[in-house]
Nanobody, 119 residues
Framework: QVQLVESGGGLVQAGGSLRLSCAASGSIFSFSVMGWYRQAPGKQRELVATITSGGTTNYADSVKGRFAISRDNAKRTVYLQMNSLKPEDTAVYYC?????????????WGQGTQVTVSS
């Protein structure tokens, strides 16, 4: 019973920046993990970054030092600040939420937002 809506994708030149947002609605357990994944054409979906409701973060090695994930629990929104973008970052970026509802682990995905980095 959770819905995720991403925004902020677009076209940017290499070296530029974008900020993605993901707004969550519905019934969300007090402790949850939200994150960003990405999928390029012909490739599997891969982890970019995650953040817990307590603020603990994890990043893929490929984005460390360039991307920053943050979370506003009051607004039920997670952000991904992407700096120093590279053409290799081009992909559809998906928001993800995981929590435990009614004693059962559950996961949800947003619809995705396209990020294209030109050289």
């Amino acid at each position: 019973q959770v819905q995720l809506v991403e925004s902020g994708g677009g076209l940017v030149q290499a070296g530029g920046s974008l900020r993605l947002s993901c707004a969550a609605s519905g019934s969300i357990f007090s402790f949850s993990v939200m994150g960003w994944y990405r999928q390029a054409p012909g490739k599997q979906r891969e982890l970019v970054a995650t953040i817990t409701s307590g603020g603990t973060t994890n990043y893929a090695d490929s984005v460390k030092g360039r991307f920053a994930i943050s979370r506003d629990n009051a607004k039920r929104t997670v952000y991904l600040q992407m700096n120093s973008l590279k053409p290799e970052d081009t992909a559809v970026y998906y928001c993800n939420l995981r929590h435990i509802s009614l004693g059962t682990p559950q996961g949800y995905w947003g619809q995705g937002t396209q990020v294209t980095v030109s050289s």
